[in-house]
């Protein structure tokens, strides 16, 4: 193995791992004040809001691609179904949609 | 469910974690494949490729890694580069810290600290309570090997999915994040104010290109966050808020 790459994928390593460690060994000794407890509370939704738009719509060069996507999935899930069923019946309408229409 | 007893529970939470998993395992396996086959046509061995996805362990990090190395870009600038894209893992390990067993044991939380990726932390995160060490080694674990074994797959074969199959999968990260968000919002209003707010912003930062896509993120995150919960404090309780 190279070891220039193998210093690069240690200083990734460091530098990926520290970020996700630091916060969470650090913060949850301490007791944050309300807001920001609040705040730290709401990131998970609005985290989910900013993944999936607008790289939903990107995931194929065919935009129409990607609608389709995501309106089978928040159809699926709109029925209360699991996430797994969402995940598959997503892929199996993108299937059938590339099978059929392109 | 509702009738096992606490040490079924305890003992199952792995196993809880491992099914909740499932969708990202899958998610992964797209993503992956190519990047063991981007990274043979990079010029990686196989074991550098798995070394790679085994310590760094971030998809978006290691694909800029494979372009910036391709063109000759040096290491400090690769890491620099990795550390930027990453930078909104803070955030969501400072979130995560609120959802934790605050009494885990500290080398636990280093240790499924490092599976904190953007969907261990969603699907962590939108579970109903806390979540225990057992249930986050559960699902971190799976995503993990999902992504080490496809690389290496990916590498070895040397070819991807058929398009269309690879097309049609990469939909899957997206639909479980959509999976994960809906049941939510269906119940809490906040939710729907949160996801939307954080989405409008996102495409702003998209559309005018202000910024790479991490800073975006997290800055919507942030933004649609914070603005929410003032205008809740100000409606909910009518207590003034000076932020």
Redesign the interface.
Known sequence: MDSMIIMMIIGMGLVTYLPRMIPLVALSQLKLPLFVQNVLKNVPYATLGALIVPGIFFISDDLVFGIIGAVAATLIAFTGANVIVVVMGSIGTLVLYSMFFT | MSSTTTLVKKQSSFLQGLQ?G??IA??YLPVALTFGLLSKSTG??L??TF??SL????GA??YI?LSLLSVGTG??E???T??IV??R??????????K?E?N?S?WK??LY??G?T?ET???A??KEGTVNAGYLFGLMLISYASWVINSGIGYVIGASLPT??Q??????L?????????????KHR??MF??????????IF??SQMFSTGW??VL???I???I??LF??KYTSGVETN?
């Open positions: 909740s499932i969708s899958i998610g990686l061995s074991s550098e070394l790679m310590i760094v362990y971030a990090s290691q890694s290491i400090i690769i890491i620099l990795t550390f990453n930078i893992h803070f955030l969501m390990s400072a979130s995560l810290s609120e934790v605050k885990d500290l939380k280093a600290s490092f904190l953007d932390f969603t699907v995160s939108t269309t199959v097309e049609s999968m990469s939909i899957a997206y639909a479980m994040f959509i999976g994960l968000l809906i049941p939510t919002l269906k906040k939710v949160l996801a939307v707010a954080a989405a409008i912003l996102n495409s998209y559309a975006s993120i919507s995150t942030l649609s966050a914070i929410v919960e809740y404090m932020g």
